[in-house]
Every structure is written in structure tokens, then in C-alpha cells.
């Protein structure tokens, strides 16, 4: 029998339906793989085994009685641990929260377990999830799976979810994404992630690190899965007021449609310098592969650049400290002191300079909606490079230069593998839509998995 730990979230789901594997199977195939490769990995604060079999043989039952309470009954989840779970940890990756205990559970978890989904565990995140790189000093740095010898950086801040997904501990998991927190371990780990749009899925019972900012979204091994995963968390939520008004989208009628007729520009020329060869050959090639299948590549003219543009860590800086300001003044707490040093630099940014930036926010909102008249989405890679080892990183410098723009302009992105460098590390592409438009942009990324099969590649574990 094919180990259900190897079977895309999407195959799985259709096989429990079909009553091919149960998920009792299912959850013990994921449970076996985290026993034999978490002590290298370090994927996960805390597996729940017993509650995750329980749950399976509930689902099991349910199914077999026809009682399946829908497609994805069955089916194990990671979550990043940002997201509450009623009478569960949520340390948000400090280890200062080691006791916090979850009061509710977050909407989005909710939607999940009313799918009979199965939660596997609670996922490593930078602490406060603030940080690109995905390291983190006293909770532990997940080890990137693609280089067993070398640790190197899963991403941030979602680097258990993707370290997870791409060891194939879960078929799927939850990130969350302020300036680029699903789409890098995404791009670090050769999988694919979606940052929705700003409302369109509720972050109630979530952790906050910027309320302007923050956006949950899943991260998969392929389109399909993560379109699959978005349409049962998508939609309004009374106890998320950014979620008001905003529509639930099932991108599935439009998703095998492909991207003949469709105009995606290219990233101006200017935007390639810093960005390693092999990353920007990969990129050229998927241009490429888009226009073979009848897409028109077209240049556009940004109204800024991406390195300039920095507003969205004034944000992030400001609102940070407004959440963990107090506990990043105190000595004694046991902190990241890069990401101590990172929250304390929030209360430099005065009221004027924060209000400031909300203008210019909704100013530069406008200019980029002008550009892309008549265009269906932006293409640029996701990351400049691929992984680097840990040894190297400046945590001065952040991995976001490509990512940032869709939170502070609140667009919809997806990213996804795109090519390996020639040590085999993955590369990865991403793909920028207008606000609320997160069907294109699966659409576009479908039609691009389809004609290729970087996404279909695992690392040797």
C-alpha cells in the first residue's frame, strides 16, 4: 500500500473519501514519520499523538458509517504555533510564553476541525513571528530538510509549517504571513504557500504581531492542495472585523482554466540586480513556460522599488511593540535578542510617523493599482537566493525584498517551486495579484505546476 505520508493532501483526502485508507492510517503514517526524522528536524513544539489517534478513529468511524462530515474529513493539518486551540500551549516561539494557555480556539482552526480534520501538533515560529530567516535562539531553529549536512534556513517566520510540509511530517499546514512569513519557508523549502489578501481569512485567535499586516495562510506541496485548504478557510468572521463584508471565494471553477489571453508582467530589469543567477535563471524559465502555454509577458513600470521600500516595517515595528513592548523591556524575560532588539526599536516610531506611513500606505495602494491596468499579475522570484546556511545570515538584513509589497499594498501572492540550484536546493516564483483576486492567482500557478513538476520533488529523507 502507497505510505499515505507520501500522498499530496489532495490525493489523500480522495483516497480516506474512497475508503482506500483510513484515517487511523493515515494519522499513524504521519505520526511514524515525525517519531523517526523530529529529532533532527525540529519541526514541531509539541506533537499530539494520542489526541491526533483518537480523532482518527472518530473520523473512521463517522466515515464508515457514512457519516464523512466532508471532503477533507480525516485528513491530518500542522499549525503554525501562533494559533489558538481551547486548553492548549500557544507560545507564539518565545519560550517566556512556555505556560500561555490557549482560552478559545482560533476561527480558522475551527473551520478545520469542522471538516473533521485532524491536528497533528503545534508548528516552530520566530519568536513573536518576527523574523525572515526562521531562526530562533531558546525555542529552536527547525532544520531546513533540503541539506542534511549544512543547516540552512527554513524561513521565517513559518518555519516549522514548512519544514513540516516539506519532510512530509503533514501533508499540509497553516503559516501566517506579515511581510513574507508563508511565502519564505515556501521558496526555502520548495513548497508552495498563498498570502491572501488582508480579510479574506480570519485571524481571530491568532496571535498578533501586526493587526494591519497579519494574514493566515496554508502551505501545501501544490496548487491544488492550497486551493483546496483556502476555500474551507476563506470567508467572514463576527470576531474579525477586517473580515467584514468580504465574500467566501472557491477558487476551484476557475482553477484548470490555464493562462491563455492572460497578461503577466515581468519585473523591471532594474529589480534583478542582488539576486543570485540561478534564481533569476529559474525565473526567465518560467516566464518562458507561461508564455508556451499562451500567456502574453509584458514589462511594467512600478511606481517604487522593491529594496526601497520599506514602510512595512514601520508598521510592523510599531504595532509589534504595541503587543510585546512591555515584556521586550524586561531583562529578565527570556527572549530572542534579535527579535528583543527588532520589538524594542517599535517605540521609536512616533504617532506621526506611524500615521505617515498609513497615508503613503493608501497613496502607493493607488499608484500600483494604475500600473497594473490591464494586467493580470506580477511575476518576480520569491526569494533573491535559494536557502543560505545559517552560519551566514545577518539578521540585520531580511530575506523579504520580494514579499514585503503584497502585505503593505494588501495583494494576494503565491509562491511556489520554480527550479533547484545545482546543489539541489529548491527556487521559487512568485505570483502577485490585485486585493481579493487569490483565484487568479492560483489559476496562474495551477496552469505553471501543470506543465512542470518541480513541485512534485522531496527531499532524500
Not at 81 to 95: F, K, P, Q, V, Y
Not at 206 to 223: E, K, Y
Request: net charge negative; charged share 20%.
Amino acid at each position: 500500500m502507497t505510505d499515505p505520508a507520501e500522498l499530496a493532501a489532495h490525493d489523500l483526502a480522495r483516497a480516506i473519501a474512497a475508503r482506500a485508507i483510513s484515517p487511523v492510517d493515515a494519522v499513524e503514517a504521519h505520526l511514524a514519520r515525525i517519531e523517526r526524522l523530529e529529532p533532527k528536524l525540529r519541526a514541531f513544539v509539541e506533537v499530539y499523538a494520542d489526541d491526533a489517534r483518537l480523532a482518527a478513529e472518530g473520523a473512521d468511524r463517522m466515515i464508515r458509517a457514512g457519516h464523512a462530515v466532508g471532503p477533507l474529513h480525516g485528513v491530518p493539518v500542522a499549525l503554525k504555533d501562533l494559533i489558538d486551540l481551547e486548553g492548549r500551549i500557544t507560545t507564539g516561539g518565545s519560550a517566556h510564553f512556555r505556560e500561555r494557555r490557549a482560552t478559545q480556539t482560533a476561527t480558522i482552526a475551527r473551520r478545520m476541525l469542522a471538516q473533521g480534520m485532524i491536528v497533528l501538533g503545534k508548528t516552530h515560529t520566530v519568536e513573536f513571528a518576527y523574523g525572515g530567516w526562521g531562526t530562533n535562539q531558546h525555542m529552536g531553529t527547525p532544520w531546513n530538510p533540503w541539506d542534511l549536512d549544512t543547516p540552512r534556513t527554513p524561513g521565517g517566520s513559518s518555519s516549522g509549517s514548512g519544514v513540516a510540509v516539506a519532510a512530509r511530517l503533514a501533508p499540509w499546514a497553516i503559516g501566517t504571513d506579515t511581510g513574507g512569513s508563508v511565502r519564505l519557508p515556501a521558496s526555502f523549502c520548495g513548497l508552495t504557500g498563498l498570502k491572501v489578501t488582508i480579510g479574506r481569512v480570519s485571524t481571530a485567535g491568532i496571535v498578533p504581531l501586526s493587526t494591519t499586516l497579519d494574514t493566515p495562510g496554508p502551505m501545501a506541496r501544490s496548487v491544488e492542495d492550497v486551493a483546496l485548504l483556502y476555500t474551507i478557510l476563506s470567508g467572514p468572521d463576527p470576531r474579525d472585523p477586517n473580515t467584514r463584508g468580504i465574500v467566501p471565494e472557491d477558487p476551484m471553477p476557475v482553477l484548470h482554466r490555464g493562462v491563455r489571453g492572460m497578461r503577466l508582467a515581468r519585473m523591471p530589469a532594474a529589480e534583478r540586480a542582488g539576486v543570485s543567477a540561478e534564481m533569476l535563471d529559474a525565473y526567465d524559465a518560467s516566464l518562458e513556460a507561461l508564455a508556451r502555454l499562451g500567456a502574453e509577458i509584458v514589462d511594467i513600470d512600478l511606481p517604487f522599488r522593491f529594496a526601497d521600500l520599506l514602510a512595512t516595517s514601520s508598521i510592523v515595528m510599531a504595532e509589534c511593540y504595541f503587543f510585546n513592548g512591555a515584556v521586550s523591556e524586561d531583562a529578565a524575560a527570556r527572549l530572542d535578542e534579535d527579535v528583543r532588539l527588532r520589538t524594542l526599536a517599535g517605540a521609536g516610531v512616533s504617532a506621526q510617523d506611524y500615521l505617515r506611513t498609513r497615508r503613503m500606505q493608501h497613496e502607493m495602494k493607488a499608484a500600483f493599482a494604475r500600473a497594473m491596468e490591464g494586467i493580470d499579475a506580477l511575476l518576480t522570484p520569491t526569494t533573491e537566493t535559494a536557502a543560505i546556511p545559517l552560519e551566514t545570515v545577518d539578521q540585520a538584513v531580511m530575506p523579504s525584498r520580494f514579499t514585503r509589497f503584497g502585505n503593505l499594498l494588501e495583494l494576494c501572492a503565491l509562491a511556489l517551486p520554480n527550479g533547484v540550484t545545482a546543489s539541489g536546493l529548491p527556487l521559487s516564483l512568485q505570483i502577485v495579484c490585485r486585493g481579493y483576486d487569490e483565484a487568479t492567482a492560483l489559476r496562474i500557478g495551477q496552469a505553471y505546476q501543470g506543465a512542470t513538476e518541480w513541485h512534485l520533488r522531496a527531499p532524500e529523507l
